[in-house]
């Protein structure tokens, strides 16, 4: 009888047994290869098993990572959208363990409009108060380094971002639950940007002296309060800076709890633009990041764009745009500025080491633009002031209203010459751009059914994930009120394993997707 059970055991358990184990070499081998044509042809023979979709969420969850070569400070590049390959750093803490799941804290750097990329990366990063943080709490800490061609929130940048958490998700073990973005200055701007326009990967942002507008005022994508609802934010401002002070913050942040956004603000007195507060700040930002794991199959999503690359919030995503009547209910949480600050107008090229300040990048409609300045000029005299430092070109600054004559001396092509104009008067102007119509959707579901309030929505696509619905059951979608979709939906292998391909997500593992034109 024992050797009759034996001899079942091998004909019909080790078979199973054995494909099991095939099924994950072939997965583990899909999700290494960096070859197009190699790529198709695994994940064909995946398809050819057929597994089922609790099958390959199992074997996605439980994805083994080989012990990094490397610790501390890692250097490495990313060939960016631009056809351009960029460096980026990261950090493995000591305490790392393959085995086990890992925070992921990316920092956006400021002054990212420079004309190059930060020198010396790596001593970049030694000096980023966040290490101790990676060490003693175990993060993996993320650099990406941005330039003016490529921000953080033009395409090429931020591609460049969610392109480098994909490398980082397939060489280590990150909590895709418990991935964050902080950033000082232009990186603050630029978490505000993500968590207005790419927030499906985080949990949380954590925007340091920065803007929410700039993203929208600079980098011209129309950016919404509304979508601040779908994450949570920490933010700081303080008092004295030159640049954000909380006076002029302090109203964009009550609009935006208006709106609706998860939103906690916070001010320190006494500090200029500075990250001097790092010591005191740093725990408590871990303590509110280790508060707000990401919720990954959030109950509500309210979501607005004017454009496809930003049409995606978790399981929603908007694909069409149809300009029509606007609802009654509708509010457009935006509001007027006005333009008081005193700047010439260049970013300075921190790469020059001679006497004076180079400048980079010019400013459109600023005072070095309209006085006729160039990308290469050495500044040398702000007045009759000679100029050693930016610190003698921000006391000129402070004797100055907007409207007030200026006057600085460059060197160009080994010549002195005088620029003459005017600090441009006070300028009115919105906070986000509002140039295109622009979609939105607030969208909720329970009990396998999903209810949208829409406002110029003309196409639309839902991700079902196992856990948002019974897959014995009809998914039902409401659009204001009427019946748009009465289905079963039924797992796709091949959607659900190129979907992961694209965002190495294993918390995100959708089953299929519903689309609906409206």
Not at 56 to 68: H, Q, S
Not at 332 to 357: A, K
Not at 417 to 428: A, T, V
Request: contains cysteine.
């Amino acid at each position: 009888m024992k050797k009759f059970l034996c001899v079942l055991w091998l004909l019909f358990i080790l078979p199973v047994l054995t494909n099991g184990a095939n099924l994950q070499t072939r997965l583990n081998q899909l999700l290494d290869t960096d070859n197009e044509k190699e790529e198709a042809k695994l994940l064909e023979a995946i398809l050819k098993e057929k597994p089922s979709a609790d099958t390959l969420i199992r074997l996605l969850k439980n994805i083994t990572f080989a012990d990094p070569k490397k610790r501390g400070i890692v250097l490495s590049e990313n060939l960016c959208i631009d056809g351009i390959k960029r460096p980026f750093c990261f950090y493995v803490p000591e305490a790392y363990n393959p085995s086990e799941k890992t925070p992921l804290l990316i920092y956006l750097h400021g002054g990212v409009g420079r004309k190059e990329l930060i020198e010396k990366p790596e001593d970049y990063v030694k000096e980023s108060p966040f290490l101790s943080l990676a060490e003693t709490e175990c993060y993996i800490l993320l650099f990406p380094l941005g330039q003016g061609s490529a921000t953080w929130w033009d395409s090429v940048g931020a591609a460049n971002i969610n392109s480098q958490i994909r490398t980082i998700k397939r060489k280590y073990n990150i909590d895709d639950n418990r991935v964050y973005m902080t950033g000082f200055s232009d990186g603050g701007s630029g978490s505000f940007f993500f968590a207005m326009c790419h927030p499906t990967d985080f949990a949380a942002f954590l925007p340091l002296n920065g803007h929410p507008g700039v993203g929208s005022i600079n980098g011209g994508v129309h950016t919404y309060f509304i979508n601040l609802f779908n994450s949570p934010l920490s933010v700081i401002n303080t008092d004295m800076d030159q640049l954000y002070p909380d006076k002029k913050m302090r109203p964009m942040m009550d609009l935006a709890i208006k709106a609706g956004a998860n939103l906690l603000y916070r001010i320190y007195t006494g500090i200029e633009h500075t990250f001097e507060y790092a010591p005191k700040e740093i725990p408590i930002m871990h303590k509110f990041m280790e508060e707000h794991p990401r919720i990954s199959t959030p109950i509500n999503i309210k979501w607005e764009t004017a454009e496809k690359r930003y049409r995606r919030c978790m399981w929603l995503s908007i694909d069409d745009v149809k300009a029509g009547d606007i609802p009654d209910w509708y509010i457009d949480h935006n509001m007027e500025l006005i333009d008081e600050r005193i700047v010439f107008g260049f970013y300075p090229d921190d790469t020059y080491e001679g006497e004076g300040i180079k400048m980079g990048k010019v400013i459109d409609s600023t005072f070095c633009a309209l006085a006729g300045a160039k990308e290469g000029d050495i500044v040398i005299k702000a007045g009759i002031d000679s100029v050693e430092s930016m610190d003698v070109l921000n006391d000129y600054k402070a004797k100055k209203k907007r409207g007030d004559p200026a006057k600085i001396t460059v060197l160009r092509d080994a010549k002195e010459i005088e620029l003459k104009g005017h600090f441009p008067l006070p300028k009115k102007y919105n906070l986000f751009r509002r140039e295109k119509p622009s979609a939105r959707a607030e969208a909720s579901f329970c009990g396998n059914k999903f209810d949208i309030k829409e406002s110029q929505l003309g196409a639309f696509v839902i991700y079902i994930h196992p856990d948002m619905v019974q897959l014995d059951q009809n998914v039902v979608i409401n659009v204001n009120g009427e019946k748009v979709f009465d289905e079963k939906v039924v797992p796709d292998i091949e959607f659900m394993l190129r979907n992961f391909l694209r965002n190495r997500d294993r918390e995100l593992l959708y089953i299929n997707k519903v689309s609906i034109k409206l």
